[in-house]
């Protein structure tokens, strides 16, 4: 079970002040655990169709834990230390990526290309991403149900359907609340390109740091305006740390939002002093290697990831926007896998070769997958029903598919994979208790993982994790 941590960290500009001792005195991991959960058994579930190394297609029966509770129990040395999500944005074309359907009319022409796993087929649009296969899983089964975007993104980026009485917390948020490195110089959340999930229940301090790759400064407003010391800043910040606590005195002493109001601060402060924040320039790597990634936005995401996992952080996310494609859907795709599979590859090849991608977990996915059909305006529209995700490294077993879907790509031929069921595994290859349970204001118990099944037909065997 994961243990709470001390949030007492602050920077040494701030060591006096009363803004210190009141993110000090916040331990908001002891704060939301004063009613403490019980480990549950990880739950049961059936059989379903995996394709395994061999590219020979049988019938797993351990696909979903039987007795998890004995057989997969919490990982004491987990796999995991960091995750990076490839995030895109819109809902991926299924059929135009991991599944395709070459001898359907569905299939939109594409022609399937062999990968490193044999037996197991991509688009054409990803060459690289075929030749690292043997690195990766694919689930061709996922099905959530929820078509609409907003709703969608906080459903696959939480584990949870929105609730509008309760804020649920990113996976990023979780990661560094739970497995974060307080005392680190560099944010153990970060967004790129988009402005991911925020912290929710688990509080603002648990936000990602948004940045845009742009091939220009990543992370704005580091430096101080001309002539301002760093004796001027640390001015500002005691008379800021003293209007604090006269705020926090007038409300009884206790202020949750105050104190994380001031971690943030605290740690926004030791970032911009830090040289740990060099991580972020991706101009110190070496051309050949940015060349490798693409020169793209997306593809300076990838690098800029692999430099921060390098260098501790514990969760990053990676957004390539543009794959609502209701129009044009085939020029569109083209163009973005364009984008997504040198970079993609490359930071599986380059977390391989650096030996950080056994601890570090690569996941791809959108909100849904696009219809099968296509429409009148040679685009795909939403579908949730049956699509695909990939995953790579830490834990993971290589080379492995999870489910598949008709010839027509319209439905999954077996059991389907929930979002549930994919946060719970994610979760347990982090060594985090899914079924842990903490409480909303309102007192609403919540758990991390909204039950679900663990995926173990993902994962290498527990005797290979150990």
């Known amino acids: 079970m994961s243990k709470p941590r001390n949030n007492s960290s602050t920077p040494s500009c701030c060591s006096e002040s009363p803004l210190a001792h009141a993110a000090a005195a916040l331990d908001r991991r002891t704060f939301l655990r004063r009613s403490l959960g019980s480990l549950i058994g990880l739950s049961m579930g059936g059989a379903m169709l995996s394709l395994v190394g061999d590219g ?19 990982p004491a040395n987990p796999p995991v230390k960091a995750i990076i999500v490839l995030w895109m944005n819109g809902g991926p074309s299924q059929i135009d990526t991991f599944d395709p359907k070459p001898r359907h009319a569905n299939g939109g022409g594409l022609k399937a290309i062999n990968t490193a796993v044999r037996g197991v087929k991509v688009s054409e649009h990803l060459p690289q991403i075929a030749s690292v296969m043997d690195r990766m899983a694919l689930i061709r089964c996922m099905s959530t149900g929820e078509g609409n975007h907003a709703r969608a993104r906080e459903l696959m980026h939480t584990g949870f359907k929105p609730n509008p009485t309760v804020a649920y917390p990113g996976l990023g948020a979780i990661l560094n609340y739970e497995i974060g490195d307080l005392d680190a110089e560099l944010p153990q959340n970060v967004a790129i390109n988009a402005p991911g999930q925020k912290g929710g229940l688990l509080g603002l301090d648990m ?43 007038r409300l009884g002493g206790e202020c949750p939002e105050a104190a994380a109001h001031g971690v943030v601060l605290g740690n926004a402060v030791r970032f911009m002093r830090s040289d740990q924040k060099a991580a972020f320039d991706i101009t110190a790597e070496p051309q050949a290697v940015r060349d490798a990634y693409g020169d793209t936005q997306f593809g300076r995401g990838c690098l800029m990831a692999r430099r921060l996992v390098e260098r501790g952080v514990k969760y990053v996310e990676v957004t390539l926007n543009g794959w609502d494609t209701h129009d044009d859907n085939f020029g569109r795709v083209k163009t973005l896998a364009g984008e997504l599979d040198p970079a993609a590859a490359t930071l599986i090849r380059e977390l391989e070769e650096r030996e950080l991608l056994d601890s570090t977990l690569v996941i791809w996915m959108g909100e849904f997958g696009r219809t ?19 995953l790579a490294g830490g834990g993971v077993k290589g080379g492995t598919v999870i489910g598949e879907t008709s010839p027509d790509g319209t439905e999954i031929a077996g059991n389907s994979v929930a979002t549930a069921d994919l946060y719970r595994t994610v979760l347990w290859l982090c060594g985090i208790d899914p079924d842990y349970k903490y409480y909303s204001p309102k007192g609403r118990p919540v758990t991390y993982a909204d039950g679900g099944r663990l995926i173990t037909g993902l994962l290498r065997p527990p005797a290979e994790l150990a």
Do not use: C
């Not at 020979?56 to 919490?74: I, K």
């Not at 059909?373 to 949730?384: I, Q």
């Open 372 to 390: 099968p059909t296509v429409n009148g305006r040679e685009g795909r529209d939403h579908f949730a029903r049956a699509w695909s995700a990939a």
């Open 207 to 249: 936000d990602p740091l948004v940045v845009t790759a742009n091939g220009r400064e990543a992370v704005q407003n580091l430096k101080p305006a001309s002539r301002v010391t760093d004796e001027r800043i640390d001015r500002r910040l005691r008379l800021l740390a003293a209007q604090d606590e006269r705020f926090t005195r």
């Open 56 to 74: 020979t297609m049988t019938g797993v029966s351990a696909l979903y834990a039987a007795t998890a509770a004995e057989e997969w129990p919490l």
